[in-house]
Nanobody, 127 residues
């Protein structure tokens, strides 16, 4: 069992930046691929970004590519999502997820491929 706790969400003006963090309880954090997902009101959960176990490779949804940056600090067992140029369409609950690298899910965009999920943090973007 791995616990994931997101933080950094809140209310932000359109165009502004926001940085989310996901702290994990994993003893071997580098053994997990990590992903970020979001779910807006009335919509299904969608993939946002993913980062490989080493942090050297990343993948982004087309809707956020160029605006969001995912990174990780394995020494601190933490994954980050830096968001820029936010719009009201980015309003959602953002959740981080962990995939055991032994399962061979590499930069997966499928929620079902992840083993552990955080409770999520609300991001609200206003005009």
């Amino acid at each position: 069992q791995v616990q994931l706790v997101e933080s950094g969400g809140g209310l932000v003006q359109a165009g502004g930046p926001l940085r989310l963090a996901c702290a994990t309880s994993a003893q071997t954090f580098s053994n997990y691929h990590m992903g970020w997902f979001r779910q807006a009101p009335g919509k299904e959960r969608e993939f946002v970004a993913a980062v490989s176990r080493s942090g050297s490779l990343t993948s982004y949804a087309d809707s956020v590519k160029g605006r969001f940056t995912v990174s990780r600090d394995n020494a601190k067992n933490t994954v980050f999502l830096e968001m820029n140029s936010l719009t009201p369409e980015d309003t959602a609950v953002y959740s981080c997820a962990a995939s055991d690298a032994s399962r061979r899910y590499y930069l997966s965009r499928r929620g079902a491929d992840y083993d552990y999920w955080g409770q999520g943090t609300q991001v609200t973007v206003s005009s």
